[in-house]
């Protein structure tokens, strides 16, 4: 009788101190018949060598090749998802044998010397080839997903960033790190703030939209698109958009009175005291 069943032995193989039928004797994870391939010990089990390599490399942390089963001792190439050993391609261009640096490239792969040579970007986050929208930023090209803010990994999708110290951050997380940006020239404010229109701007840069006059705050001046106008510039508009604009500015204003918004003037004769705590209080609630 065999170590499973009870049938008479016809062929006996002798394993693992136990007498089987060849086709009783197979790997106690996938059940393939291990009497023609051969068989591993592992762990008091015996298994057949592609799930004896998959057992062991999950135990080293490292990848099995998807085309000769075995461990990948090294970096592996990873194609369509899987990993192999590189050296079982060879480049689709110049037939070279390939390294674990080769791209691919609509279903082919390329060692990088060719691929560099057909032009194709390569996103500055993942290394990989990309093959749709490219973002182009801070001297480097990238997939749109793979642009994202340095603190909280949010993709910019198109919204203005801010750069420090080669990494890219969103306008909030900028802000609470590094202190102000200036809205027109996107740097550090490094020196006197002017605070208008709702934004931060150096000095040197708060100016006309339109004639490039520079401004202070005595200055007037309207907001036109988010940005400042000089008097004498505002005064050439047409005489609707000239209405139009009024019209806003009072709605805007009758808005700040229902929400209880304060102009600069008013707060800056707040305690000093009461201006610290309005100022951290603010920034409790722009970080949730």
Known sequence: MTSRCCSPL???SAAMN???HPDCFCCDICQAILADVGFVKNAGRHLCRPCHNREKARGLGKYICQKCHAIIDEQ???FKNDPYHPDHFNCTNCGKELTADARELKGELYCLP???KMGVPICGAC???IEGRVVNAMGKQWHVEHFVCAKCEKPFLGHRHYERKGLAYCETHYNQLFGDVC???NRVIEGDVVSALNKAWCVNCFACSTCNTKLTLKDK???VDLKPVCKHCYERMPEELKRRLAKREHDSKDKKKKAGILCKKCYEKFPLELKKRLKKLSETVSRK
């Open 10 to 12: 016809v062929a006996i």
């Open 18 to 20: 136990n007498s089987w």
């Open 76 to 78: 592996p190439l990873i």
């Open 114 to 116: 060719c691929h560099d």
């Open 127 to 129: 290394r990989r080839p």
């Open 183 to 185: 809205y027109h020239c």
């Open 221 to 223: 001046f309207v907001e």
